[in-house]
């Protein structure tokens, strides 16, 4: 029997605008002009009979039809888009993991050879990102995030490396300032990274010392641009044990004060789907950390 239903298109822009408020943004997120949007909206509501929207000035107000419709249509969507994805991730090829920028190219790149050698049929597709995980929306198969308990319950989360931190400077720069205290820092520059700024302040307080005001401090758009900094001499940087390790080993890096458990955990998540792809890379990436 022929599904009764109007236009999916329709269907999507009466969605879209009214989960978002607005017809602009509506449009924007479709990738169509917002006349599209508008024609859309109005061949539904004359489709259906009803107004879906109280039109006031440059508002949108949901009719009591349209607020019924709504959540119905986007429960809808999530449906579909999830089962599109799960369809795509069936079909095999490549492993679409979603990473950290830093962690990426300081520690995930350099032993992704392991993984390709012990596995050739499987080909990983790398995507840097840092941004809250969603399966339904994203395209990617496993995601690798820094968080901390209580993990999500949406999907299969493992933690695999306990994060610690601590301050880093090149070794030239040590030798000239002699960090020795806590209290020493007064006499450095103090490096920041806007996406993580609180972290000299939990640093602080987790060995249990009072903030010190540094002769100077500068901010860095991107943790790999801080850390490039630390390890040119500019100033001292709190560093991520896990994606500084090399630099340490090397002596691009030294830590005067040691490190500190910081509370996160980097963590592989992913759907709770049937992808031994994803599985595989899961369990690799817990043989990594451990050796």
Excluded at 69 to 84: I, N, Q, R, W, Y
Excluded at 212 to 219: D, G, I, L
Aim: hydrophobic share 50%; glycine share 6%.
């Amino acid at each position: 029997m022929p599904r009764s239903l109007p236009s999916l298109n329709a269907l999507r822009a009466f969605e879209a605008a009214a989960r978002l408020g607005s017809v602009t943004a509506a449009a924007a997120e479709l990738h169509v002009t917002h006349g599209a949007v508008s024609r859309q909206v109005k061949q539904l509501e004359q489709a259906l009979g009803t107004a879906l929207f109280h039109r006031a000035g440059a508002g949108l107000r949901l009719s009591e039809a349209g607020a019924r419709l709504l959540p119905v249509l986007t429960s809808s969507f999530d449906l579909m888009e999830a089962g599109v994805a799960q369809a795509a991730r069936a079909r095999g090829g490549n492993l679409i993991v979603s990473c950290l920028g830093t962690f990426t190219m300081r520690w995930l790149i350099p032993r992704l050879f392991a993984f390709r050698a012990a596995h050739p049929d499987i080909e990983v597709q790398l995507s840097a990102s840092d941004a809250p995980v969603n399966f339904l929306r994203d395209r990617f198969d496993l995601a690798i995030r820094t968080a901390r308990p209580p993990w999500p319950a949406d999907m299969i989360a493992n933690p695999f490396i306990v994060e610690e931190v601590g301050p880093v400077l090149s070794a030239a720069l040590q030798e000239r300032l002699r960090l020795r205290t806590v209290e020493d820092l007064a006499r450095a520059t103090l490096l920041h990274t806007d996406t993580r700024i609180s972290a000299w302040p939990d640093w602080f307080a987790s060995v249990g010392q009072a903030e010190v005001q540094p002769a100077a401090a500068q901010t860095f758009e991107h943790f790999y641009f801080m850390l490039q900094a630390a390890a040119s001499g500019l100033g001292v940087a709190i560093g991520p044990k896990p994606v500084i390790e090399d630099d340490l080993s090397a002596g691009r890096l030294v830590a005067p004060f040691g490190f500190v458990r910081s509370g996160l955990s980097y963590v592989s998540l992913r759907p709770h789907a049937d992808d031994s792809r994803a599985a595989l890379f899961e369990a690799w990436l817990l043989e990594q950390s451990a050796a």
